[in-house]
T-cell receptor
Framework: AQSVTQLDSHVSVSEGTPVLLRCNYS??????LFWYVQHPNKGLQLLLK??????LVKGINGFEAEFKKSETSFHLTKPSAHMSDAAEYFC???????????FGSGTRLLVRP | KAGVTQTPRYLIKTRGQQVTLSCSPI?????VSWYQQTPGQGLQFLFE???????NKGNFPGRFSGRQFSNSRSEMNVSTLELGDSALYLC?????????????FGPGTRLTVL
């Protein structure tokens, strides 16, 4: 069965410093993995997705994630945080043979001035 | 292209009532999925429709139902509302529902049950 674990419920960084949001997945087959961001009172916006092509995936707003099969990880990174990055981030796995998304519990990113 | 739209954006109901939420997918998209978001349970899959057929269903009671129309617009209905149904209900659409498709989310309908 597929599942996804976000290792930190809250992450706090200073503006201009790197961001690391951690995600581990469990999947029987090659998964499709996604990172979504949700700003307060807004819907979910796709940051990036992995679908068995390049293991380093670049997304919007300077975010990227690396798929590491040996570690079953898909951590999200950004070299330099901006105040506008403050939001909740969800790591998501697509079930192999169906169409539903399995969401992690979310990581709330706080960016300090 | 216009994004996924959901109506209404906010809704207040009382226990025992029923409610219908609407979702209009991105033009050309034929697959619509619904999710419930609560502080306690996070984001959970409700069901997915493609070409007016329900293809997948999550682990929710039968009080939660949905349908999809020929123009791909979808509705979900919750009958006999309970306090625990208070949540943000999100709708997402994809072109065909293929496994590699990106799901595009609407802004959600915030349901409050009193």
């Amino acid at each position: 069965a597929q599942s996804v674990t976000q290792l930190d419920s809250h992450v706090s960084v200073s503006e201009g410093t790197p961001v690391l949001l951690r995600c581990n997945y469990s999947s029987s087959y090659s998964p499709s993995l996604f990172w979504y961001v949700q700003h307060p009172n807004k819907g979910l916006q796709l940051l990036l997705k992995y679908t068995s092509a390049a293991t380093l995936v670049k997304g919007i707003n300077g975010f990227e994630a690396e798929f590491k099969k040996s570690e079953t990880s898909f951590h999200l990174t950004k070299p330099s945080a901006h105040m506008s990055d403050a939001a909740e981030y969800f790591c998501v796995v697509r079930m192999d043979s169906s169409y539903k998304l399995i969401f992690g519990s979310g990581t709330r990113l706080l960016v300090r001035p | 292209k216009a994004g996924v739209t959901q109506t209404p954006r906010y809704l207040i109901k009382t226990r025992g009532q029923q409610v219908t939420l609407s979702c209009s997918p991105i033009s050309g998209h034929r697959s619509v999925s619904w999710y419930q978001q609560t502080p306690g349970q996070g984001l959970q899959f409700l069901f997915e429709y493609f070409s007016e057929t329900q293809r997948n269903k999550g682990n929710f009671p039968g009080r939660f139902s949905g349908r999809q129309f020929s123009n791909s617009r979808s509705e979900m209905n919750v009958s006999t509302l309970e306090l625990g149904d208070s949540a943000l209900y999100l709708c997402a659409s994809t072109p065909s529902g293929a496994l590699t498709d990106t799901q595009y989310f609407g802004p959600g309908t915030r349901l409050t049950v009193l």
